[in-house]
């Protein structure tokens, strides 16, 4: 095998699917092996993330260009990593770590220093002439992970606010990807015909590419998602999930959460969220409450039985915190943003932490994403059971549902994960 030590680091500013600017880095070895990547950027951002480096100058891109960041790789990461091998990640992505020194990685980056880390790791594969799925899975793939489809987007649109941020449809008893991918779409497009028959307005493009939502009743939105699931046939093969992003809701100085139109406490959205638990099936309910609601969360596993409780902002990937709170049972599992806590090993440790105590690793994109996101690889070459996907619309979250079905097309062996066997309904 020819050289994999690194020859060169190049950085580049692209933009996201928001027309965000974003760090791109190519890691190029010795031996001719390419490794490229970027940092993708979120809509709900968790305080606890790793920072994101930009610009602040008002007169490009309204202050988010990431120059800084791009010069940080170019003058600084970039030449530290020379010479350093591409098949030894652990040591690249501690190096960069201690090059940077802050708790939260602000003084190069959290996105300069993802970008080159998930540059190197795709470098290696290609090094090793394999995909990258193959080569973190290092056997033949057994399982395909269930996508889950964000099909109506929260958040505020004109005169509604709907505190929640994203309703989801999980075909969780599909037997293959195929039909796991049709279902999604027929139920996405059945969605719009039946919100314009709703009288609740016309079906308009949300901030993530879903329905953007027509009420700011969680309740009336489920009961949309619900008519169009049962519409398609499907009612007996899906269950349904909740990204809360209730962070985006809270008011630090009362302590309380805005839900439709007033100000309420966590016990009063734990509440609504377990009622609508006993009105419908929810695989999975992410970030109920802040991203500091400790109590909150614990308080919400007691709660809420027939559903699994994930963190996201709450979490952040980050290994720490996902102790913490499996120690406190304030969580069944986690979000798996890579670029939230700053380097693949970091985030790879945070879920093997997950895997060895029986907690649950869903892998998720951002808002704002590019084609060939590295996270596809990551929540197939780890064997996740389920992974979250946007609406099937737009570029970057078709590229998302083509590359499963390429990955079954390529491993015909390897069966749509079983995740029944999780649910709690």
């Known amino acids: ?224 998602m619900q008519e169009a699931v049962c519409a398609c046939g499907y009612q007996d093969k899906v269950g349904f999930a909740l990204d809360c992003a209730m962070s985006q809701m809270y008011d630090a100085v009362t302590g309380t959460y805005l839900l439709k139109g007033k100000q309420v406490d966590s016990n009063e959205i734990i509440a609504l969220v377990k009622r609508m638990s006993e009105r419908y099936n929810f695989v999975y309910i992410e970030d109920i409450l802040g991203e500091d609601d400790w109590d909150g969360f614990v308080n919400a596993v007691r709660e809420l039985t027939r559903t699994i409780i994930i963190g996201d902002d709450f979490i952040v990937t980050n290994l720490e915190r996902l102790k913490k709170a499996y120690e406190l049972k304030a969580v069944d599992g986690f979000i798996f943003k890579p670029n939230q806590v700053g380097t693949i090993t970091e985030a790879i440790d945070t879920h093997r932490f997950a895997l060895e105590h029986g907690m649950i690793t869903i892998p998720s994109g951002r808002a704002g994403g590019v084609v060939g996101d590295i996270i596809m690889d990551l929540a197939v070459g780890l064997q996740v059971g389920i992974i979250k996907n946007g609406a099937p619309r737009s570029g970057e979250r078709i590229d998302k549902l083509n590359f499963l079905l390429r990955v079954a097309s390529e491993n015909p062996s390897a069966r749509l994960y079983d995740f029944s066997k999780h649910v709690r309904f």
């Open 1 to 224: 095998m020819e050289s994999t030590r690194i020859k060169n680091v190049i950085a580049r500013q692209i933009i996201d699917c928001k027309c965000r600017p974003i760090v791109e880095v190519d890691v190029i070895t010795e031996g001719g092996a390419i490794g490229r990547a970027s940092a993708p950027t979120g809509s709900s951002v968790g305080t606890h993330e790793a920072y994101v480096l930009r610009d602040n100058n008002p007169s490009e891109y309204g202050g988010l260009s990431v120059h800084k960041a791009v010069d940080n790789v170019n003058s600084i990461i970039g030449p530290a990593l020379i010479g350093m091998d591409v098949m030894d990640q652990r040591t690249i992505d501690e190096l960069m770590i201690a090059m940077d020194g802050t708790p939260n990685k602000s003084k190069l980056g959290g996105n300069a220093i993802y970008s080159v880390s998930a540059a190197c790791i795709r470098a290696a594969a290609h090094a090793m002439n394999m995909p990258l799925y193959r080569y973190l899975a290092s056997h033949e793939l057994e399982t395909i992970p269930v996508p889950s489809f964000n099909f109506i987007n929260g958040g505020r649109y004109g005169d509604i606010t709907l505190a929640f941020n994203e309703f989801i449809m999980v075909p969780y008893k599909a037997k293959t990807i195929d039909e796991a991918v049709e279902m999604g779409v027929n139920v996405f497009q059945k969605l719009g015909k039946v919100i314009a028959a709703s009288g609740l307005g016309e079906p308009i493009v949300g901030r993530s590419f879903g329905w953007a939502a027509p009420s700011d009743d969680p309740e009336v939105i489920m009961d949309l």
